[in-house]
């Protein structure tokens, strides 16, 4: 059993990876790098003790595709490759549309012609939309976005929905990301954001490191238990044993989506405090204008994760909170 990761050197990638090393599987990783490092592969490789293939390339090349089609014997496809930032993505919707929305294109074409009907694509909770009741359900319908990304997403997912439709030889099963935080908890891989961190965790872990002078949180003034957006964060590691969990049940044809989150909201105060707890250190932090786009408090309901795939995240906060920070202490600086 080969599966082809679109994506594998990323954050959630080299956990995914590294989860399906250990299952057993061959696994071809097929990333750009643009926004992923190649070491994060190789100390998969060795945290695993197995060989993994990799091609730089980009999911937007169909030769490139073709290629990876010919050369391996591909049975299934987790599909992370993607542009995420959501604040970017409101600049730049053109990068993200082709890059999100192309590269899925032209992925599923790629699949299609070499006869691979299985696929992973990982989603994301942006596409419930800022109208959406919490906890979110997965009957619910996909609402508005508020930035390319969210809407690319969206697209993707109707785009499967409408092939799988007319195409009953493909068996899809769709991701719907909360908030994924934390390290392996050998501190060998992690998050490592290029540049100025956009999400919370790493920020937190580089203000705590003396990287960043000070945190801002940004909005006390929400509707929420202390008035800081409250989010559903999930441990990577629970997130890639859900891909693998997830691949277990393409077996049956057609499209199921999941949402892969804890049910449980954490306040950014709340998630601040549990930081500087568990881990015995300062993070400095002053009050912030609020952060256009942000929803004041969303969560999962995961119980469909549970019912059908036998998924629920284990891991607690403190372990959250306790793997970023020995990553940030192993790596100050992400990897060289
Ligand atoms: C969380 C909270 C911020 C940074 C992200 C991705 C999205 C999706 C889920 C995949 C918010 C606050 C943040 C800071 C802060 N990923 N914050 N100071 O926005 O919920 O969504 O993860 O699908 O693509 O954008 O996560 O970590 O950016 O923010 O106060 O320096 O932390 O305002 O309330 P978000 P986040």
Redesign the pocket.
Known sequence: MTILVTGGAGYIGSHTVLTLLEAGYGVVVLDNLCNASLESLRRVERMAGRELAFVKGDVCDQACLDAIFAEWEITAVIHLAGL???EESVQQPLDYYGNNVGGSLTLYQAMRSAGVHRLVFSS???VYGAEAPVPYREDFPRGVPSSA?GAS?AMVEQMLEELCSVENAWSVVMLR????IGAHASGQIGEDPRGF?????P?IAQVAAGRRET?????DDYPTVDG??E?DYLHVMDLAEGHVVAMKHLDRTGIQCYNLGTGRPVS?LQMVSRFIAVNGVDVPYLM?P??AG?LPAFWADPTKAWNELGWRARRCLDSMVRDTWRWQQLNPDGYP
Do not use: E, H, Q, W
Not at 177 to 180: E, H, K, L, W
Not at 197 to 201: I, K, T
Not at 215 to 219: A, R, T
């Open positions: 995420k930032a959501v994301s909770a942006t990304y997403k990301y909360f908030n994924p961190p956009n999400n919370l965790m920020y945190l801002s949180i940004f909005g800081t957006c989010r950014v912030a609020r952060r942000d």
